[in-house]
């Protein structure tokens, strides 16, 4: 049974960069293959090289990217395309709920574990998250 049909892209704005990594993190990916998201709120974003979505694995090996905006609600899934300043991040793996309700943790898995400044990323950039 096919459940998914054509969504918006969510857009939104960095509003802070994070420069930091981790190879121990431990964090424990969500059951749920979509989060929804609102208006005006902030997530932190951060990039993985783990490929396992089973929420008993732990997500060790991180790279920090920072906080994004979201500038218009929507709904995140799995495999959602990242695009920070018009680039190609990578893939949205899952969400840590650690921090809930403050803000989600968005997995994104990529290449390697990379940060914002190894990006070179800078606040006010565009963040999109859009269906492949």
């Known amino acids: 049974m096919i459940e998914d049909g054509p969504k ?5 704005t960095l509003v802070k960069v994070l420069v930091h990594r981790r190879d121990e993190r431990g964090m424990r990916l969500e059951p749920f293959a979509s989060r929804c ?5 902030v997530h932190e974003l951060l990039t993985t090289d783990h490929r396992h979505t089973n929420s008993t694995d732990p997500v060790d090996r991180v790279g920090f ?3 994004v905006e979201i500038e218009c609600g929507g709904v995140l899934d799995r495999g959602d395309e990242v695009h920070i ?3 190609r991040v990578g893939t949205v793996l899952g969400f840590d709920a650690c921090h809930f309700p403050n803000h989600y ?5 990529a290449e390697t574990p990379v940060t914002g400044a190894d990006l070179g990323l800078s606040p006010e950039q565009p963040v999109t998250f859009r269906a492949c």
């Open 8 to 12: 918006r892209t969510v857009e939104g």
């Open 37 to 41: 998201v609102r208006r005006g709120e």
């Open 65 to 67: 990217l920072g906080f």
């Open 85 to 87: 300043g018009g680039t």
């Open 105 to 109: 943790n968005v997995v994104i898995a």
